[in-house]
């Protein structure tokens, strides 16, 4: 098995280059609804919320909790190969009930509960990209 | 209000190819022999069928699409199927799986455009590791998932399971229950994939973890193959070879949800019973008239969210229900009696109706159940786009 597949990197377009230059400055922003308020993730093109299309993004505060976590096994992801077992988390940020983002944590999930309290980091990958990335803190 | 044509169209005839890990023949040949063998189990001339629908849609983005090998449309039929000269109504839809063609089918039924109506579903199985993320660049919602490692819809059930579990208490020996039972009735299948191996409680305990909680048997065992309904009015269906399954309600799930790309188990009531509220209205009939149930297993979770959604029993009360042979072929609601996804194979959904007009037509040899006048086949995960018919063995 091949463990240098390149892992995948994201392909920006014009709804989410903001996310992405925000990251590269260590700034977790999301898109946000100008007319209710309302935060999309990942960016649409009107509002989930009101249908309005006037968006733009708001800085957020990179607090929130583990929504949910599975433990991945198998090798079928480029890029990950190698990382297997690794845990897939979603993570709800506190400005939003079910706002949430993926996370990847290193091992088999040990000692991570739902609901526990995240902390930010920035995990920077290949092409200048920044993840924003969370690990669970006690 | 009941439904204006309730029991006005009716499963007449049913055919399955052979169900392979590798079939022998390209797909298309599977799925004229489908369709060929739904026709002569009903008594009808391939020419009298008049009209044509599927949901010809790949199991995920990036398989083939070449017709009759990948996939089998409506054109592939027209071309290939021997059928009427000039097929009078078609269509093809690409959003609410096989339950939603077959709707489509009924439509076209009964409002008198076309006299029989054949609806099938062929699924392919693509060389390979199934759905792996091949690609260095990820694009669309996929750049917020597929670089932190999350591009496997088996990570998006497994988050909703393991939440699941959590806010009510479930735990892995009780869905063995639920898979171990679903093996049950496949060994009384001689169409499943799973036919001759049983599977023991300890069997699936020890099972391969893919992406905890979800284990290899909590995930369906993909295949190759095509099962064919042949659908007609209500009147012509008396006079056919088979006992008519009629169609009592059916409905589509159409709420809202936050995303498609996080599946979050939050929206299982809410986009389940949208589902099952509408069947329940249209047929004048509740959980309580079902004799048996045919629930959405592609991961076997989705089966739990099956049973609180359309009101089997309550919100976070499935993982017990299922206890106490509750689900058996004997119990008080036999669950996917053919055994499911998860051990006849996947063809999206439609084993699932195929099984249910079995049942309510008495037609299920060692696995029918006693009695059984109405059978209900959900498709697909309740917080996906969805849908499900309810099927009666009388008008
Ligand atoms: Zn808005």
């Given amino acids: 098995m091949p463990d240098t597949s390149p892992r995948p990197v994201p392909a920006p377009d014009p709804l989410t280059q903001p996310f992405w ?65 690794y845990t897939t988390m979603l993570v709800e940020l506190e400005e939003q009930p079910q706002l949430l983002l ?11 509960a739902i609901n526990q309290p995240v902390e930010l980091w920035w995990e920077p990958i290949e092409d200048g990209f920044v993840l924003p990335q969370f690990r669970p803190i006690a | 209000m009941t439904w204006a044509s309730r029991g006005k169209t009716a499963v007449v005839g049913i055919g399955t190819s052979k169900i392979s890990r590798k079939a022998e023949k390209p797909l298309g040949l599977l799925a004229l022999d489908a369709c060929r063998a739904a026709l002569e189990d009903a008594g009808v001339k391939p020419e009298e069928v008049d009209g044509l629908v599927t949901y010809p849609d790949q199991p995920f983005l990036g398989a083939g699409n070449r017709d009759g090998e990948d996939l089998v449309t409506v054109n592939f039929l027209i071309d290939h199927g021997g059928l009427a000269k000039d097929i009078k109504w078609y269509s093809q839809i690409s959003s609410g799986m096989i339950p939603s063609a077959f709707i489509e089918g009924v439509h076209a ?19 390979g590791t199934y759905g792996a993320w091949r690609s260095n660049r990820a694009g669309g919602d996929t750049q917020f998932t597929a670089p932190f490692g999350a591009a496997n819809p088996f990570q998006w059930h497994g988050l909703a399971y393991q939440r699941y579990m959590d806010t009510y208490g479930a735990k892995r020996e009780h869905m063995a229950t639920l898979v171990t039972n679903s093996r049950r009735n496949a060994n009384l299948n001689e169409a499943a994939y799973f036919y001759s191996q049983p599977m023991s409680f300890e069997d699936y305990m020890n099972a391969r973890m893919i992406s905890d909680p979800l284990s290899l048997f909590d995930c369906d065992i993909p295949v190759e193959g095509c099962i064919a309904l042949l659908l007609t009015t209500g009147d012509r269906a008396t006079g056919l070879k088979q006992k008519p399954a009629y169609i009592a309600g059916f409905g589509q799930q159409a709420t809202k949800r936050p995303s498609l790309t996080t599946y979050t188990m939050d929206d299982h009531m809410i986009c389940g019973g949208s589902t099952t509220s509408k069947i329940w209205e249209m047929s004048g009939l509740g959980p309580k008239d079902i004799g048996a149930a045919q629930l959405y297993d592609g991961f076997s979770p989705s089966t739990y969210y099956w049973l609180e959604a359309a009101g089997f029993c309550g919100r976070g009360e499935a993982w017990q229900f299922v206890q106490d042979g509750r689900i058996a072929l004997e119990g008080e609601l036999p669950v996917n009696t053919f055994g499911g996804s998860l051990s006849e194979g996947r063809l ?48």
């Fill in chain 1, 21 to 85: 230059d925000a990251t590269a400055a260590h700034r977790l922003e999301i898109q946000r609804c100008a007319a209710c308020g309302y935060y999309n993730h990942p960016p649409k093109r009107l509002c989930d919320q009101c249908t309005s299309p006037d968006l733009g993004y708001a800085e957020v505060s990179g607090r929130g909790k583990v929504y949910s976590f599975t433990v991945m096994r198998q090798t079928s992801i480029a890029g990950f190969e190698d990382k297997v077992p």
């Fill in chain 1, 102 to 112: 993926a996370a990847t944590v290193p091992g088999a999930g040990d000692g991570i």
């Fill in chain 2, 109 to 127: 039924l009964a409002s008198g455009t076309c006299n029989y109506v054949l609806v099938w579903r062929a699924m392919h199985l693509p060389q």
């Fill in chain 2, 348 to 395: 999206h959904g439609m084993g699932h109706l195929a099984e249910a007009v079995r049942q309510v037509t008495g037609r299920a040899g060692p696995r029918q159940v006693v009695d059984c006048h109405a059978s209900i086949a959900l498709d697909g995960s309740p917080m996906l786009r969805n849908a499900g018919i309810l099927f009666t063995s009388e008008p």
